[in-house]
């Protein structure tokens, strides 16, 4: 069967485990050839820290050797789980700026490489992911907070520098989600599940799969003339 995503190459990062994972595989199953960057990636990835230049420069030019081009670029890669939940009073200014490194400054370096690469191909989708929580206020994670709160400002703007490259950039604001990142940190599980859960309109756990749908679609033709926008998708908890 043909998928709509046929002879496409999307580079994922973050893109071994969680919702990068089921990004992965959703943009597989509609055809797309699927690179994965990853700290820890499956053996057929490219090892990367997206906050660093070097490593993201080198990963766009091993995709586009290894596969002659990038048409999708999906900025998943970001601390989360392993943040600990604290008066903003009392976080570190190096914590701070390795949550901003790692979730913001990292999309930029990845765009910044692989735009060249979509333009000389005559346009590209690219699709960052956020967070419900900058919509919501969420206290006591300020730093990861402030950095989803910047990807979407991110977004906006790249949209409109690169619409007439024809690369069209959007943003997922997924709300908290039972990943595996997520439950290798049951303290984070025991203080928001239940609370994220009762605030829903779809009283359940959003998994990882929830978020493939919203992305898939945002890098197929059907959402050509869709750019700089964030869809946000948290089970209605938040709306609009």
Known sequence: MSGALDGKIALVTGGAQGIGRAIA??????????????????PDGIQADVSSEKDVERMVDETVERYGGIDILVNNAGLYASLAMRPFTEIPLAEWRQVMDVNVASMFLTCRAAVPVMRG???GKIVNISSGTPFRGVPF???YVTSKGAIVALTRALAKELGKDSIHVNCVAPGFTISAGVEAHPEVV????DVSIAARTIQRDQVPEDVVGAVVFLCTPAADFITGQTMVIDGGQYFH
């Open 141 to 143: 994670l300020l730093h």
């Open 25 to 42: 595989d959703g943009l597989e199953a509609e055809g797309a050839t699927v690179v994965v960057a990853d700290l820890n990636p499956p």
């Open 190 to 193: 025991e203080k928001l599940r």
């Open 121 to 123: 191909q005559g346009g």
